[in-house]
């Protein structure tokens, strides 16, 4: 009994410098030690897996996992249970952004905590420079609770086709020998998938998706402009960012448009492709070639993520709403520069097909092409905000023509069915992981009502409003003091 005692304020006084570090509140931290087994009660459930509401339910956390979802009727609590009041609050799973830019050093600090107070409790992060080696510690620390983090999926570094890498992210692939042999290296670095971006050459593009099929690793990014979409599909590729290639694959000048990219080759100024590959595209599009598109990527069941919230500041103009957004006192000081001066710099080279994306996204889910939400968050990409973002997305999405059942599938049971993990998360049944964001309005009703969130709990550990504000406020206090390269 006292070695078990001893374990337990061991264990305190550790979590608890944990919390000093991360300015988390201790009680916090004491309850997940102390309450093994907490109860939700009278609690609106969604089911995300049969689109259904199912009132007055109780949903039962042991440990980290849930070990009942039953009736609230006639329940009867042990005495001294620890109670969350569930009544007219909404359950949900843990959301999942599935394209992100976090896993840097230097933006821990900041945006795992706000992916954490948004509910948001699992990442895809497509394209890092960070060593696998730091990757593997910093996804062990999440998941053993010492670091306040979402659950992380990663593709490590970006396989693009210009002989200078874009960016320290990102890999040169000049030839499909290279492809085949990084595909390897990542496979057994740990990469959770391959990321292929838009200048790989054809011959390139078509070795790195035949390796990976042979390693087994899924691979997923943008549609280079070497390959149709189709081609892309047919090839494995399991997800397409941003709708990159779609429009050109539905367009009626596609092949002349293609030309002119290929053209132009690595060289081919950004401004320029955005025009070709997306405006130009867009105002060709051609409904019936476009829906022989969608029907083939239907049946091949490949994913489509639009990312809009990486596109819409674009779309608006870098307005004042978006430049003066109150979210900008999680973004460090000096990317606040950049974003400014990006806004500043020219509305002129930005791509004005929003509409038609809405449209386009709206069209294929008719056409029962499957879809993930994701944000494109980095501090790369102006006005994008690491959890915030994800909601907006959702908004989006149902603008775009799904429902908020829909929607919120998107950030829920899709990811689970995406990533082979529909054992553990996206539902919230018995037996999966206790990672659930509870509400204050019903997001079926209006779906941003995602963002009215009273608690959060990760593997089991709950965090109510008073915590998840604390959250905020260490994010905010890492952005103003984050080293920025």
Known sequence: MRTKLFLSLFAFAHLCAVAMAQEQPAAIILQSIVGSTTYITHVTVIDTETGKEIQERTVIISGDRISEVRDSKGIKLPAGAKVVEGRGKYLIPGLWDMHVHAVFAERLDSMFPTFVANGVLGIRDMGTSMPFADIDRLRHETANGS???????????????????????????????????????????????????????????????????????????????????????????????????????CSSREEELRSEMLKGGVNLPGSERIRLEMDEAAASYDERKAANVFAHLAKNGTWMVPTFTAVVPDSEIFDAHVTTDPRLKYIPPVIQKRWTEAASAGAAIKSKSFERKLQVVGAMHRAGVPFLAGTDTAWIQPYTYAGFSLHDELALLVRAGLTPMESLQTATINPARFLGMEKDLGAIEKGKVANLVLLDADPISDIRNTTKISEVFVGGKEFDRPALDQMLKSAEAAAKSAAIN
Request: charged residues 25%.
């Open 147 to 249: 670091r306040l983090g979402p659950r992380i999926v990663v593709a490590g570094p970006i396989l693009d086709g210009r002989p200078k890498p874009l960016r320290p992210n990102f890999l040169a692939i000049t030839t499909p020998e290279e492809g085949r042999d990084t595909v390897r290296r990542l496979k057994t670095a740990s990469a959770d998938l391959i990321k292929v971006y838009s200048e790989l050459s054809r011959d390139s593009f078509l070795a790195i998706a035949d390796e990976a099929n042979k390693q087994n690793i899924p691979f997923a990014g943008h549609v280079p402009f070497s390959v149709s979409a189709l081609e892309a599909s047919d090839a494995g590729q399991k997800s397409m960012e941003h709708l990159w290639g779609i429009y050109l694959s």
